[in-house]
């Protein structure tokens, strides 16, 4: 009953922040094969540190290792020093993360749902 409550208390709000996104094409989430190339544009002027810490994000994703890069793009989106593009790329690609984290809670992935947990414990 406990994963349940979760389920519908965690998942719905992250539901409803994907749907009510996709209103503009700036925002809207990408396809996971769209991921790499967005990032290595919007990033390809960012310092060594900040380059490779989106191209991880975009690795993390693409392997399935879907909790850690919902970890990491929340790390990415916090910082302050990105340009507006790299900002906007940064979102499209956590919309993208979460909808695929959502997805893999629903599977029943114990890291996504301790991770969606955390993220509704946080915010």
């Not at 992250?14 to 396809?31: F, Y």
């Not at 399935?64 to 929340?74: S, Y």
């Not at 790329?89 to 984290?101: C, W």
Request: net charge positive.
């Amino acid at each position: 009953m406990k994963l349940h409550n979760v389920k519908y208390t965690v998942i719905l709000p992250l539901w409803l922040i994907l749907a009510c996104s996709r209103h503009g094409s700036a925002s809207a989430s990408l396809p996971v094969e769209q991921m790499r190339p967005v990032v290595q544009d919007s990033f390809k002027t960012a310092d060594p540190g900040t380059r490779d810490a989106a191209l991880k994000v975009v690795d993390d994703a693409q392997n399935n290792d879907i909790a850690t890069a919902f970890v990491e793009v929340d790390k990415l989106a916090s910082r302050r020093d990105l340009t507006p593009e790299q900002q906007a790329a940064v979102l499209r690609v956590r919309r993208t993360i979460q909808k695929q984290l959502v997805e893999a809670a629903d599977k029943g992935d114990a890291r996504a749902t301790q991770a969606l947990a955390h993220f509704r414990a946080t915010r």
